[in-house]
């Protein structure tokens, strides 16, 4: 780790060393043609994405002690691309259900997706409007464990309806995982999203809100997926959508919770931006 003043957002010693392994194996991987070993140490390149998914900070914006933009967006395109931020995270879920006791791999999911606002120059052809919450912009549709750490992750146009994204929920964890038997998902999921579920083994419940019930009621189980969502807002840069691509939104989510488990498996907390 260069020298310099640290941030809150950067890793500590004992995080860095949770992901350092895959991060070295993948830059092993793939060595320079030149046999240059580049100008920046990965754990720096690593606190930039860090920082500026918890500040919210536009790719120009990034300090002057971190690595520069061009550095740093190369390492998270390529880590997009070829699905490492994905293996970081889900070796740390991995980690982190084996602490509280759970096998690798979850049968029980929970389904749910959240509207957010797009924010200006996300193109237009990756965006919509949710025509029941009026909102303008893009779909962030998750699948979760009981623990509500992320199995899945999908985003598309606010446009899209929920059937649609539990039907692309449904297919990423199939491809992922053999383990999961059952989804419980609310009352925006229709009779499509259970008829999929079992195309692909997956017993679709939808849970049936109580009419007596008015404003916010948690439902049992369900309700990880809105702490989760809750938790996800602590990041600044997933308050809005602000990429580009839907792939760049599904990498910051990836990079959040792996920051949070990463965090939970060293007995550190996340701090808030709340009041600052």
């Known amino acids: 780790m260069s020298d310099r003043k640290p941030y809150k957002s950067d890793l500590s010693d004992e995080r860095w060393a949770l992901i350092e392994p895959v991060i070295t194996a993948w830059k092993a ?80 999911i929970i389904l749910d997706t959240q509207s957010l606002h797009a924010a200006a120059g996300v193109p237009a052809a990756s965006t919509g409007k949710d025509a029941a ?60 999203v259970v008829d999929h579920g079992k195309q692909v083994g997956i017993d679709v419940e939808i849970v049936e809100r109580n009419p007596a019930d008015t404003g916010f009621v948690p439902q049992a ?20 959508d602000y990429e580009h691509r839907p792939a760049s939104s599904v990498s910051r989510v990836y990079w959040a919770m792996s920051d949070v488990m990463a965090r939970r498996l060293t007995g550190t907390s996340t701090p808030t931006w709340r009041g600052a």
Request: net charge positive; charged share 25%; glycine share 6%.
């Open 29 to 108: 991987r793939h060595p320079s043609v030149s046999g240059h070993q580049g100008n920046y140490e990965m754990r720096d390149i690593v606190n930039a994405l860090l920082y500026q998914s918890r500040t919210g900070c536009q790719w120009d914006y990034l300090p002057h002690d971190l690595p520069p933009r061009g550095a740093v967006y190369y390492y998270f395109a390529k880590w997009r691309d070829d699905g490492t931020d994905q293996a970081i995270h889900d070796l740390l879920r991995w980690q982190a259900r084996k602490k509280k006791g759970r096998l690798a791999d979850p049968s029980l």
């Open 133 to 192: 919450k009026k909102v303008p912009g893009r779909k962030r549709c998750l699948a979760v464990d009981v623990l509500g750490l992320i199995i899945a992750v999908v985003v598309l146009a606010a446009s899209a309806h929920d059937n649609a994204a539990g039907i692309a929920l449904l297919d990423k964890v199939a491809a992922d995982t053999d383990t999961v038997q059952k989804a419980l998902v609310d009352q925006g999921f229709k009779k499509s």
């Open 221 to 240: 189980k369900r309700w990880v997926v809105e702490q989760t969502n809750g938790i996800l807002m602590l990041y600044r840069r997933l308050v809005r």
